[in-house]
């Protein structure tokens, strides 16, 4: 759902699902000033060194404890709404330019889910290399395995696919 475009020296960005788009300078990305985003308040999340079972968790899917210290991954205990319960979760940080905007927090026995504020940036942005190829994937998941497999500029829209068009409708 996220069209970018490059016209000369500047970069056209259109997301189709959230109805936000703009242009960004080239200059301006390559001095460190990304485009700043309207400041959110992000609801406070405990945030715990990653446990036992969310490193066993992630190696079971491929991803390693070093990719996940490098996107800051952590663990923590987290209502979501789909269990009615506070369970143990993995949490997903979003960062702008070094600060914290957000998590999506995943729980570790199902896919229930929950996020400290409405993200409207990618996941691992922060470690993207400018002079580098970016990679746009579905989900965290997605990224993370780009980032394991060698590919840092990899990064994550915030809420997946549409659902109607995951469904095939």
């Known amino acids: 759902c996220l069209s970018v475009r490059v016209f000369g020296d ?22 460190g000033h990304m485009h700043n985003l309207e400041e959110h308040k992000v609801k406070k999340v405990d945030h715990q060194p990653l446990t036992d079972s969310a490193i066993s968790w992630l190696e079971r899917r491929g991803i390693s404890l070093e990719t996940a210290i490098k996107t800051k991954l952590y663990s923590t205990n987290h209502w979501i709404a789909s269990e009615q319960s506070k369970v143990d979760c993995i949490g997903y940080p979003y960062f702008e330019n070094g600060v914290e905007r957000g998590s999506k927090i995943r729980s570790l026995g199902t896919k229930g889910f929950s996020c400290t ?24 998941m997605d990224a993370l395995s780009m980032i394991e497999s060698g590919i840092d500029s990899a990064v994550s829209v915030p809420n997946g696919a549409v659902q109607k068009l995951s469904d095939g409708s």
Do not use: M, W
């Not at 970069?11 to 200059?27: K, R, S, W």
């Not at 504020?117 to 989900?139: H, Q, W």
């Open 117 to 140: 504020t409405a993200l409207r940036l990618f996941f691992n942005i922060d470690n993207v290399d400018l002079d580098d190829s970016l990679v746009i994937c579905e989900g965290e």
């Open 10 to 31: 500047r970069l056209v960005y259109n997301c189709h699902h959230c109805q936000i788009d703009g242009i960004i300078p080239f200059e301006e990305t390559k001095r």
